[in-house]
């Protein structure tokens, strides 16, 4: 087997892998309800009333067509880089909900994950910083098996660009910097200066 055949395997098992993670997180929210994904939403305190309902209703067709396109391979650059800023906003909104003191669960899977300790808020965006990672491998590289290629990248809204690629990376290395940052401080504000280990001199 070839490097280039290993490649492919490797960027489908990823596209495959996000994606499926997406059309699940999609479908789960929409079986458990606008009503109910709208009270996720208004319990972070971000947004309210009709904006927060126009949230509710949406976002989880947005995951779904987004996890659904990457399954088939088209438009993956496209849909790599929306779904890189919806994962970013979803982190950003659990930081905020981690500043405020109030342990609140994203919804991201339906009803299974309508409550989560402090532990698991972070878990979850250290999670989110991993597929974005992953999205970023997943614009800048176009698998070879995929509808895309199929189409010799002809109908690409956005194509793989360097300067798109950097700026990804970038904005995913600032995002981790500022969770790991973030933890630090929170940790620092709850349980106080860490203690040193008294001097055996």
Known sequence: MTYG???SVALVLIRLFVGGLLVTAGLLKLKAGTRWFQQQILAYKIVKGQFAWLLARFLPMVELICGLLL?????????SLISFGLLWLFSAAIIYTIWQGRQVGCGCFGQHTSTVSLQGQWAMIYRNLILMGLLIVICSFVSSWSIDAWLNHQLL???PTVGVQVALTIWWA???LAALLGRYAA???IYGKPQTEPSTL
């Open 71 to 79: 399954l088939l391979g088209w438009q993956t650059p496209t849909v």
């Open 187 to 189: 940790q620092r504000q």
């Open 174 to 176: 600032l995002s981790l």
């Open 157 to 159: 809204l956005l194509y």
């Open 5 to 7: 055949f290993l490649g």
